[in-house]
Nanobody, 120 residues
């Protein structure tokens, strides 16, 4: 199973970026998908998650600026980031809670991370 994230980059404050993360491999089912981020010297923190039913959860710091969506058929989750701030600078990691084919339980899998840098 692999999670491949893309869409990071350098953007000016106030700008927008869209991250994508696609899950691939022998997957039977995906429960929650989401995004986390880690800034230098800080712990990894939740940004947003979305269940397979479409219920979304956001960190207070990104509410009203970020939206999360998913294409369950393509096993892909998206993070639309608007009105970016310098404090949004971090490595963004996608996460999926999924059941592998022939597996017995759901487990968390992580993507490789994509850098988002917001300049002032």
């Amino acid at each position: 199973v692999q999670l491949q994230a893309s869409g990071g980059g350098l953007v000016q404050a106030g700008g927008s970026l869209r991250l994508s993360c696609a899950a691939s491999g022998s997957i039977a089912s995906i429960n929650t998908m989401g995004w986390y981020r880690q800034a230098p010297g800080k712990q990894r923190e939740l940004v947003a998650t979305i269940t397979n039913g479409g219920s979304a959860n956001f960190a207070d710091s990104v509410k009203d600026r970020f939206t999360i969506s998913r294409d369950s058929a393509k096993k892909t989750v998206f993070l639309q980031m608007n009105i970016l701030k310098t404090e949004d600078t971090a490595v963004y990691y996608c996460n999926a809670n999924l059941l592998r084919a022939y597996g017995f339980s759901y487990n968390n899998y992580w993507g490789q991370g994509t850098q988002v840098t917001v300049s002032s």
